[in-house]
């Protein structure tokens, strides 16, 4: 079964500072795709970034890059430069390419990251 | 282009009662997806539709849930009769196609008392 973990369920990190949100997943598809969505306080969800398993490249965008470890199963999301807006909870999600998989997708518990001024 | 709607944004009901939660996806997306947040764990995929066929509901918790797309547009989601355990936010995505980004909705809160 496909799993993700995510083992810090609150960060804090210094306004302009870098920080790192751990997530590690575990699965036996050779193909698959992991995300990071960030949901503010005012509750929607919105896509941040997308890696797929088979892409040599982390990915990246804008301030937001993806620490993709493949053998180690791990997609961290490093934000750069925080700014007070990036306070919200971060999901990191998978979803599998199998057949009947469908496209769902799979969910970690949150990290919910505050930014000191 | 408007994004993905959900209505009722909040609903409180009391336990026994029945709700009715309203998806709109974006346009021309045929892919539809529920999940749900109990409070404090994570999201949890409750189904999919591919236009109005339930391509795999495999994550609905019980026959309490009854989701439902005619025609391939919205999508509703009645929870019927409503329990405690059924407090969360019910979040509701669409994709062009299976493998696309999924687009969510700003959720509907649901809080049974």
């Known amino acids: 079964a496909q799993k993700i973990t995510q083992t810090q369920p609150g960060m804090f990190v210094q306004e302009k500072e870098a920080v790192t949100l751990d997530c590690t997943y575990d699965t036996s598809d050779q193909s698959y795709g992991l995300f990071w969505y960030k949901q503010p306080s005012s509750g929607e969800m919105i896509f941040l970034i997308y890696?797929?398993?088979?892409?040599?490249q982390n990915a990246t965008e804008g301030r937001y890059s993806l620490n993709f470890q493949k053998a180690r199963k791990s997609a961290n999301l490093v934000i750069s430069a925080s700014q007070l807006g990036d306070s919200a909870m971060y999901f990191c999600a998978m979803r599998g390419t199998l057949y009947n998989q469908g496209g769902k997708l799979i969910f970690g518990q949150g990290t919910e990251l505050s930014v000191k001024p | 282009e408007a994004g993905v709607t959900q209505f009722p944004s909040h609903s409180v009901i009391e336990k026994g009662q029945t709700v009715t939660l309203r998806c709109d996806p974006i346009s021309g997306h045929d892919n539809l997806y529920w999940y749900r947040r109990v409070m404090g764990k994570e999201i949890k995929f409750l189904l999919h539709?591919?236009?109005?066929?339930?391509?795999?509901e495999s994550g609905m918790p019980n026959n309490r849930f009854l989701a439902e797309r005619t025609g391939g547009t919205y999508s509703t989601l009645k929870v019927q009769p409503a329990e405690l355990e059924d407090s969360g936010v019910y979040f509701c995505a669409s994709s062009q196609d299976r493998d696309s980004q999924q687009y969510f909705g700003p959720g509907t809160r649901l809080t049974v008392t």
């Open positions: 890696q797929g398993s088979y892409d040599e």
């Open positions: 539709f591919v236009k109005e066929s339930k391509q795999d």
